[in-house]
Nanobody
Framework: VQLQASGGGLVQAGASLRLSCAASRRPFSSYAAGWFRQAPGKVREFVTAISRSGATTYYTDSVKGRFTISRDNAKNTVYLQMNTLKPEDTAVYYC????????????????????WGQGTLVTVSS
């Protein structure tokens, strides 16, 4: 599976962005997905994940209530809607996916994902 992330950019604090992650393989509905981020000088961290069905989602505490993950399996795409962005959200955002046998399972550890996108940079100015 090849993943192509897009939608990053430079925004001011409080603004919104929507990231997209397009997958090359059908049916993408067989794959759980997630977003991770890596800020300058820091290790990659988990942001959010979604089950292959889309019914289950999970968020790290720092983005709860501001970020929303969703997916459109007909378009082979996962989205990350980011609202009320903060300077501490500045990072390269990576989408990831892996085959999942359970429809409502979420994967939250980077080691559980076999497929990664190239990353898209989000910069939030204060």
């Amino acid at each position: 599976v090849q993943l192509q992330a897009s939608g990053g950019g430079l925004v001011q604090a409080g603004a919104s962005l929507r990231l997209s992650c397009a997958a090359s393989r059908r049916p993408f509905s067989s794959y759980a997905a997630g977003w991770f981020r890596q800020a300058p000088g820091k290790v990659r961290e988990f942001v959010t994940a979604i089950s292959r069905s889309g019914a289950t989602t999970y968020y790290t505490d720092s983005v709860k209530g501001r970020f929303t993950i969703s997916r459109d399996n007909a378009k082979n795409t996962v989205y990350l809607q980011m609202n009320t962005l903060k300077p501490e959200d500045t990072a390269v955002y990576y989408c990831a996916a892996d085959y999942s046998v359970r429809a409502h399972e979420v994967l939250t550890d980077a080691s559980e994902f076999d497929y990664w996108g190239q990353g898209t940079l989000v910069t939030v100015s204060s």
